[in-house]
């Protein structure tokens, strides 16, 4: 069956302007995951969906950051005021939910401001 | 907070090497320990996963035992191939509370030469 995807694969903007990433996780899964990595270092958590909620945005770094996932499947994460230190690539995993702990990872959206 | 720490790479070795990744975590619950690889260009996968003290998880002849006195999860291959190389993440999820966000190591390439 089809995996996570996520769109685009490569963004490229310039600083202080707005992006916005999306993610389609596998159909069915309730759990949604953001996480960012950036170069040479493992991904770390930016947000958590449960179902249509926000169920942990404690990674999120700061108010320029917000997720949305308005009918329980895809989410958008947005970006305002975007900053060079904001790029990195964006990864989007999804889960079965419930007790179990695995994720399935999309290929992530290279972010790049300039 | 939780954490994970595994060895720095790079680890290159020669084709059927034995291989081992030390990894550590420190938790405050009862996390499940993984281990997931990024091949090069392609996204983050699972490659094995314990859920509890003395489980060990195996795949594609990879192994990984959880120690819980030792607060270890080393990853093992008894001889490895050149398509092994990659990087490889050691990671923890669900020390506490209901999040099971993923929490990573900062990765250890591994270069195997023919």
């Known amino acids: 069956g089809a995996g996570v995807s996520q769109t685009p694969s490569n963004k490229v903007t310039e600083k202080g302007k707005y992006v916005e990433l999306r993610c389609d996780p596998i159909?069915?899964?309730?759990?949604l995951y953001w996480y960012r990595q950036s170069l040479g270092q493992g991904p770390e958590f930016l947000i958590y969906f449960q179902g249509t909620g926000a169920a942990d945005d404690s990674g999120l770094p700061n108010d320029r950051f917000f997720a949305v996932r308005p009918e329980g499947s895809v989410s958008t994460l947005k970006i305002q005021r975007t900053e060079r230190g904001d790029s990195a690539v964006y990864l989007c995993?999804?889960?079965?939910?419930?007790?179990?702990?695995?994720?399935?990872f999309g290929p992530g959206t290279r972010l790049t401001v300039t | 907070g939780d954490s994970v720490t595994q060895m720095e790479g790079p680890v290159t070795l020669s084709e059927e090497a034995f291989l081992t990744i030390n990894c550590t975590y420190t938790a405050t619950g009862y996390p499940s320990l993984f281990w997931y690889v990024q091949y090069p260009g392609e996204g983050l996968q699972l490659l094995l996963k314990a859920t509890k003290a003395d489980d060990k998880g195996s795949n594609k002849g990879f192994e990984a035992t959880y120690r819980k006195e030792t607060t270890s999860f080393h990853l093992e291959k008894g001889s490895v191939q050149v398509s092994d190389s990659a990087v490889y993440f050691c990671a923890l999820s669900g020390a506490g509370g209901a999040t099971n966000k993923l929490i990573f190591g900062t990765g250890t390439l591994l270069a195997v030469q023919p």
């Open positions: 159909s069915g899964h309730t759990a």
């Open positions: 995993a999804s889960s079965p939910g419930g007790s179990s702990y695995e994720q399935y």
